[in-house]
């Protein structure tokens, strides 16, 4: 029989043969599950924001349109955490969270929350919610395979469930990989076994997706971002740029966490009345953008992850003053968005860092592909504080010219991490019990019954 003090000896026994073939088999409806909750906010987006007024008799989204169905959203939201189990999901403005799987009665109301966040127009991203979903999925998976199965066996495959759903979302079960095993903190031994099975389930998962993007026409999710110009390789002056885009990183990030963190304690407690007024707030953002570039509303609404891409390939239609103003409109609506709805903070943090990194790209010496990959990087750490998943997601979007710039955006990630820490307020002496870490199974659930 195999001890915690001995985690390696697991992976000799037959029970955890038998948590990676479970791992394998719930990998495949959990990312199905997964592309199928992103397809529907995609076409809840498109249904909303573009056929809805032309249906109506509108030649185009009219500017007022999204306070409305801002301050719907509000009360959506509110009303599901008011009224429905658990508290639907993380609170965005404390950080990226990735561990502990929610209960089975708690998926209800992280699905509505995220879903009305989301397909509405909120500034928050489909991660953090898919990350609990699909835990919480697991959960019910094996607590359905076998009633009495040890609760680090469910934690195991909780978090293999987690996996199959982010990765679903990045295109990459490596990538989601680093995101988790970064958040989660987990190292040496204990990481090899619950990342053996997060990987299985992210690769069965992966199949199903990829599938399903082909079979139905609608495609599959990724982050690469093509038809860049081409990067050749930095040089001193963009070594510069990177501290200098690290420093402003980390402020604005440190502001946007200020603005998610002070917001938050004034709506909790009146959020049936205060959050649609949150909603609106960011709907006036957008509003104010659209009427002072003649942009649309969906640059500061939304996420970001689809407009990241129409962002860098058009970069040249948008003047710094336009550059600075998304930045100030989108951080804002971000930050207002971390304070009151539910998501997860990647994808606004990546857009809001490259519209930075556009705006400064118009000084000399910056080339923009670099500016904006640094930006991305570095605002994405200052939210998220994962370097390394930051770097990765940052090049990653890159595709070739991603390894050349990687030394500017390790530095740019290096310096804004520093400098977020320094900027953070010390938190108070606590005798509350840290959550523990995720630990392997002592008993999985075995491959046959003799």
């Not at 032309?54 to 301050?71: D, M, Q, S, V, Y």
């Not at 991660?127 to 469910?154: N, W």
């Not at 399903?212 to 093509?226: E, K, N």
Request: aromatic share 6%.
């Amino acid at each position: 029989m195999t001890t915690a003090s001995d985690p390696l000896a697991l992976l000799r026994t037959r029970s955890y043969v038998g948590l990676l073939v479970l791992a394998g088999i719930i990998g495949v409806p959990i990312s199905a599950a997964a592309w199928g909750f992103l397809d529907l906010v995609n076409v809840l987006q498109s249904l909303i924001f573009t056929d809805l007024p032309h249906a109506l008799g509108f030649k185009a989204e009219p500017i007022w349109w999204p306070l409305p169905l801002l301050a719907l959203s509000g009360v959506l939201v509110a009303a599901t955490i008011r009224y429905l189990p658990g508290t639907a999901g993380h609170l965005p403005a404390k950080g990226f969270q990735a561990g502990g799987a929610p209960a089975p009665i708690e998926l209800p109301g992280i699905f509505f929350a995220a879903l009305t966040s989301l397909a509405l127009g909120v500034v928050i991203g489909p991660e953090a919610p898919l990350i609990a979903l699909g835990g919480g999925l697991g959960v019910c998976a094996v607590r359905l395979a076998k009633r009495d199965v040890p609760d680090r066996t469910a934690t195991a495959v909780a978090a293999a469930g987690s996996f199959a759903a982010v990765s679903t979302l990045l295109g990459s079960p490596i990538l989601g990989a680093f995101l988790l095993m970064e958040a989660a903190g987990l190292g040496g031994a204990v990481m090899d076994l619950v990342l053996l099975p997060g990987l299985v389930a992210s690769g069965t998962g992966a199949l199903i997706f990829v599938g399903l993007g082909t079979w139905t026409g609608l495609g599959t999710f990724s982050l690469s971002i093509p038809n860049l110009p081409h990067f050749a390789r930095p040089d001193a002056a963009e070594f510069g740029w990177a501290i200098g885009i690290g420093l402003a990183a980390a402020v604005v990030g440190a502001g946007i966490r200020w603005l998610g963190l002070y917001l938050q304690d004034r709506v909790i407690p009146r959020m049936l009345w205060l959050t649609p007024l949150v909603g609106l707030a960011i709907a006036g953002l957008a509003i104010a953008f659209a009427e002072g570039t003649g942009k649309g509303t969906s640059e500061v609404l939304f996420s970001g992850q689809s407009a990241l891409g129409p962002l860098l390939s058009h970069s040249a239609t948008y003047s710094v003053g336009a550059l600075v103003l998304l930045v100030a409109c989108k951080g804002l609506a971000y930050g207002a968005s971390l304070s009151s709805f539910r998501g997860g903070p990647i994808f606004p943090a990546l857009f809001v860092g490259a519209a930075g990194g556009l705006a400064l790209s118009h000084a000399p010496g910056l080339p923009f592909v670099a500016g904006a990959a640094m930006g991305m990087g570095a605002m994405m750490v200052a939210m998220l504080r994962l370097p390394l998943t930051s770097v990765l997601i940052a090049t990653l979007l890159l595709l070739s010219d991603g390894l050349a710039v990687m030394p500017l955006v390790i530095v740019a990630v290096a310096v804004a991490y520093v400098a977020s820490a320094r900027l953070s307020p010390i938190p108070a002496p606590s005798t509350a019990v840290a959550p523990a870490t995720p630990a392997p199974p002592e008993e999985a659930v075995p491959a046959s019954r003799s």
